[in-house]
């Protein structure tokens, strides 16, 4: 394929995928926007690239998406390396998630988890401990959800199987909820 064809490709999984999920956008943004203001946070997973974005997503929260404004509740999962070592070394990997989501979650909070397979053990006991503990659950997947779709309250799916594209509409997708978060809690113009 050549690079003409490949972006266009691209482009129409863009206009694709934000025809189908603008509504669904918005539901997991008011989703956050609720929890944020009832003194609530959000806690971010997932392995690999998706760990990279759910840290790069709490990251736009804390410091700042646009404007330098009050600090937004958020914390990645996924940068503890003494939590992630001991705990997959003494319980196994598949724990990992789940076991920070009982140190750190309380009923109310946002769990938003980000598979492009939508099948990652460690991810499914995350979500699972996340319903268990009363938490409102998120999740970013490629085409259909895979496992975690039935343990999300909001699933974003991107209707492709290609693990890159997957991530790059994910990253668009938590780029438009950070943007809304902001708006929402007024912290923008």
Do not use: W
Not at 31 to 51: D, E, P
Not at 90 to 114: H, K, N, P
Not at 125 to 140: E, F, M, N, Q, S
């Amino acid at each position: 394929m050549n690079t003409n064809a490949l972006m266009r490709n691209c482009q129409r999984l863009v206009e694709s995928f934000l025809a189908a999920k603008a509504g669904t956008l918005e539901r997991a943004a008011r989703l956050c926007v609720g929890a944020l203001a009832g003194g609530r946070k959000i806690l971010l997973f997932g392995n690999g690239g998706s760990a990279a974005e759910a840290q790069h997503f709490a990251a736009e929260l804390v410091n700042k998406f646009f404007d330098v404004r009050p600090a937004i509740r958020a914390l990645s999962l996924t940068t503890d390396t003494s939590v992630l070592t001991s705990v997959g070394n003494d319980a196994g990997f598949e724990t990992v998630f789940s076991r920070q989501i009982e140190a750190l979650g309380d009923a109310g909070d946002v769990a938003l988890a980000l598979s492009t397979s939508g099948g990652s053990p460690n991810v499914i006991r995350g979500l699972k401990a996340a319903k268990k503990a009363g938490l409102v659950t998120i999740g970013l997947s490629g085409k259909g959800g895979g496992k975690m779709g039935a343990l999300c309250d909001v699933l974003i799916d991107v209707p492709s199987s290609s693990t890159p594209r997957i991530q790059e509409i994910h990253l668009l997708a938590l780029h438009i909820l950070a943007e809304e978060i902001e708006k929402k809690l007024k912290y923008l113009p």
